[in-house]
């Protein structure tokens, strides 16, 4: 198995990797927008944090050798789910030829204040 570190300052007290390729998967753990000291990044902006979520997941599956192309499916959690749209539009700019299975989540929160969004991907790499 190959990794990806988060290089967030949690991570090793939780024990995660940002992503993990075992075999032709590649699994990228929950990523919020969040920079290395843990402080939020495009406060209070859903679009924006969508955003930074989708380029560390697109680099975290490059650094394993995939391609955003090869993402079969994605979770966003949202911690006000009455703005889908706002995370909609930043994952159809990304998303919106590859089509992969989508799930959109509302949650009660995200592991530090001010986090609204959270992504998850699955790619599999052939």
Do not use: N
Request: charged content about 25%.
């Amino acid at each position: 198995m190959e990794r990806v570190p988060a290089g967030r300052i949690w991570a090793k007290r939780v024990g995660y990797s940002r992503a993990v390729r075992a075999g032709i998967l590649i699994e990228v753990a929950g990523t919020a927008a969040s920079g290395p000291e843990g402080e939020v990044v495009s406060p209070g902006d859903v679009y924006g944090q969508t955003r930074y979520c989708l380029d560390a997941v697109r680099q975290a599956i490059e650094a394993l050798g995939g391609r955003i192309d090869q993402v079969v499916r994605t979770r966003v959690y949202l911690t006000d789910v009455t703005r889908w749209e706002e995370a909609g539009r930043a994952h159809g700019e990304v998303f919106g030829q590859i089509r992969p299975a989508s799930a959109f989540i509302g949650v009660s929160a995200l592991l530090e204040p001010g986090l609204l969004v959270e992504v998850e991907a699955t790619a599999v790499v052939t």
